[in-house]
């Protein structure tokens, strides 16, 4: 990750990125998203709203990790997508996999 602010209340997390979801930046994302998963964190919240770039692996990250909190029995939500990044999940269909806020 470039970086972030993570904010952890009552087992939800909280992560807002500043910067790009991208290949270079995901392994660390990942790592940071299925490390609160395996705490027993049931709700994850993955905020975009500083973010203006996702690539094909970012995508591929976001669902992923979405698979893999879910099997861990909890959720992960992308909140405050631009519209830029919404068209481009949209374009994929993949609006209608990904939790989106």
């Known amino acids: 990750m470039e970086s972030a602010d993570i904010k952890e209340e009552n087992g939800e997390i909280t992560i807002r990125l500043h910067g790009n979801v991208s290949y270079k930046t ?3 994302l990942k ?3 299925t490390a609160y998963a395996d705490k027993g964190n049931a709700k994850i919240y ?3 709203s500083e973010s203006t770039f996702l690539d094909s692996s970012g995508i591929g990250l976001l669902l992923n990790s979405q ?3 879910e099997k861990q029995k909890g959720t992960l939500t992308i909140q405050n997508l631009n519209e830029k990044l919404y068209s481009l999940i ?3 269909n993949l609006d209608k996999k990904l939790n989106i806020e």
């Open 90 to 92: 949209k374009m994929a």
């Open 26 to 28: 995901g392994l660390d």
């Open 46 to 48: 993955l905020d975009l």
């Open 31 to 33: 790592n940071t998203i």
């Open 67 to 69: 698979k893999y909190v």
